[in-house]
T-cell receptor, first 114, second 115 residues
Framework: KQEVTQIPAALSVPEGENLVLNCSFT??????LQWFRQDPGKGLTSLLL?????REQTSGRLNASLDKSSGRSTLYIAASQPGDSATYLC?????????????FGQGTTLQVKP | KAGVTQTPRYLIKTRGQQVTLSCSPI?????VSWYQQTPGQGLQFLFE???????NKGNFPGRFSGRQFSNSRSEMNVSTLELGDSALYLC??????????????FGEGSRLTVL
């Protein structure tokens, strides 16, 4: 059974700091991994999607890496800003043609202080 | 291009009642998935629909049901509501089903409170 873990559960940093969020998964037979952002009381906003054949994806100040063999992904946020404060979730999809079901981690709640 | 639209955004029900939530996917997307989010359990998969067919179902009791219409819009229904059904119900759409679905796009959710 696939399990996804995110560490730390919460993180507080001063503005301008570079930071790394971690995601680990127990079954390496994934099709892709997706990072989301969730603001309080809101839905999920897709940040980055990494296919299992890829090593990393970049979007602006965000960079996500994937090491499938070790079951790990990291989300790197450069030059953090107060607007980055949110909960960040990673999710993996199983390598199966039958479903696009995502398994989510519990998330890391980030606070960036001005 | 409009995103995923969920209605209603907020609703309050009492135990024993039933509720229907609606989801309109992004135009052109044919797959809709539903997830339940609670503080204790996090995000859990409910069901996935593609071309009006249920492709996969999560580990939820039969009180939870759904359907998809020919225009790809989807509804989920929860009957005989329990206090534990209080949650944020999120709908996600993608252009196709299965692992080829790629990126999922989520709506703002329907916040259900059961009293």
């Amino acid at each position: 059974k696939q399990e996804v873990t995110q560490i730390p559960a919460a993180l507080s940093v001063p503005e301008g700091e570079n930071l790394v969020l971690n995601c680990s998964f127990t079954d390496s037979a994934i099709y892709n991994l997706q990072w989301f952002r969730q603001d309080p009381g809101k839905g999920l906003t897709s940040l980055l999607l990494i296919q299992s054949s890829q090593r990393e994806q970049t979007s602006g100040r965000l960079n996500a890496s994937l090491d499938k063999s070790s079951g790990r992904s990291t989300l790197y946020i450069a030059a953090s800003q107060p607007g980055d404060s949110a909960t960040y979730l990673c999710a993996v999809s199983k390598r199966s043609s039958n479903t696009g079901k995502l398994i989510f981690g519990q998330g890391t709640t980030l606070q960036v202080k001005p | 291009k409009a995103g995923v639209t969920q209605t209603p955004r907020y609703l309050i029900k009492t135990r024993g009642q039933q509720v229907t939530l609606s989801c309109s996917p992004i135009s052109g997307h044919r797959s809709v998935s539903w997830y339940q989010q609670t503080p204790g359990q996090g995000l859990q998969f409910l069901f996935e629909y593609f071309s009006e067919t249920q492709r996969n179902k999560g580990n939820f009791p039969g009180r939870f049901s759904g359907r998809q219409f020919s225009n790809s819009r989807s509804e989920m229904n929860v009957s005989t509501l329990e206090l534990g059904d209080s949650a944020l119900y999120l709908c996600a759409s993608s252009w196709t089903s299965g692992s080829m679905a790629g990126e999922l796009f989520f709506g703002e959710g329907s916040r259900l409170t059961v009293l």
